[in-house]
């Protein structure tokens, strides 16, 4: 990744700078906590961090109104939180408490909020593709203007029900953001040696389906994608492709050393092209905020992160009996 050019002058308002400043703050804040209370022993099975990559679902949220809906893979903490979720009850369940969003039987990986219209968190690669494009069908099919956004990784792309799904998509013209989130690692496979094609968004070509590459780094360049992607689904013109190339700087899963790239290469990026200094540089320079402002938010985030924790540790563990509920509806 080349090196970020010094803030030029943005056509945000200092409010919404404050606010993806935030947001993005929070998502890196409580995934620290997570992967602190996966070191502990409080929270079991697969955990996937976010850090790293918050500046592409904080982005693409700001495009979104009510009923607009979103599912994504195992890799869902950043989604449930920029979506709105709260941090107490995504933390609750991923120590698997009875407070938890799947009453703590879903875990990390499969957790839902029908109030905020997020479909999960997924485990199988690629298996949320399909339904993403089924919620856009859904919407189709009502006649509202609502669309569904679909995450999934530089991974998942090379998975074939990805390309059913576009061609489906295409077919019936559903109102789909497919959001490609490549963070050049599928597991510890680079994207080079995986993947064929150095775009991957180009791929929907053959279905005619239109899409773009984006620095997945900057909230501001992924916003403005995503207003382009969202119009042309609300008109009806059918599904739109975002490949978000960003990065993460943890390993896949918490179980990952990582040791299929250098130190060095994760510095850079964390040096170069780190998504929330990037809007603290925007905020300072622009005179928007001090550099205490920003302290006094970090401050007030971790509160928040550190009460979801206690929350979480405070829950009780479901009873036995929860085995035999939700199991069908």
Request: aromatic share 10%; glycine share 12%.
């Amino acid at each position: 990744m080349a090196a970020r050019k010094p803030a030029k002058k943005s056509n945000t308002s200092k409010e919404e700078l404050l606010a993806f400043y935030r947001e993005m703050l929070l998502i890196r804040r409580f995934e620290e906590k997570a992967g602190q209370l996966y070191g502990m022993g409080l929270i079991g099975g697969f955990c996937h961090l976010y850090i790293g990559q918050e500046a592409v679902v904080v982005g693409l949220e700001a495009t979104t109104k009510e009923g607009d809906q979103r599912i994504t893979s195992y890799r869902d903490h950043g989604h449930m939180l920029a979506c709105g979720m709260d941090p107490k009850g995504v933390m609750a369940e991923l120590t698997g408490r009875i407070d938890g969003y799947s009453k703590g039987k879903g875990g990390s990986m499969h957790m839902f909020s029908a109030e905020k219209n997020f479909f999960g968190g997924h485990g199988i690669v690629g298996a949320q593709v399909p339904l993403g494009a089924g919620l856009g069908f859904a919407n189709w099919y009502r006649g509202n203007d609502n669309v569904s956004f679909a995450y999934f990784g530089d991974g998942s792309a090379n998975q074939g029900q990805v390309y059913e799904t576009f061609n489906m998509a295409s077919l019936w013209g559903l109102p789909v953001v497919f959001v490609i989130e490549n963070n050049q690692y599928a597991m510890g496979t680079a994207m080079k040696r995986s993947t064929s094609s150095p775009d991957i968004y180009t791929r929907g070509q053959a279905f005619g389906i239109p899409g773009e590459a984006v620095d997945g780094m900057d909230v501001l360049a992924v916003k403005e994608a995503g207003e382009k992607a969202v119009a042309h689904c609300r008109a009806g013109k059918g599904p739109y492709i975002l490949e978000m190339k960003t990065y993460r700087y943890r390993g896949h899963s918490m179980s990952d050393p990582a040791k299929y790239r250098t130190r060095e290469e994760v510095q850079k990026v964390r040096e170069e092209k780190d998504p929330i200094d990037h809007v603290r540089d925007l905020l300072v320079q622009g005179k928007h905020a001090t550099e205490d402002d920003l302290k006094a938010i970090d401050k007030e985030i971790k509160a928040t992160v550190n009460e979801s924790a206690q929350f979480a540790q405070a829950s009780p563990e479901p009873d036995l009996s929860e085995l035999w509920t939700d199991i069908y509806a």
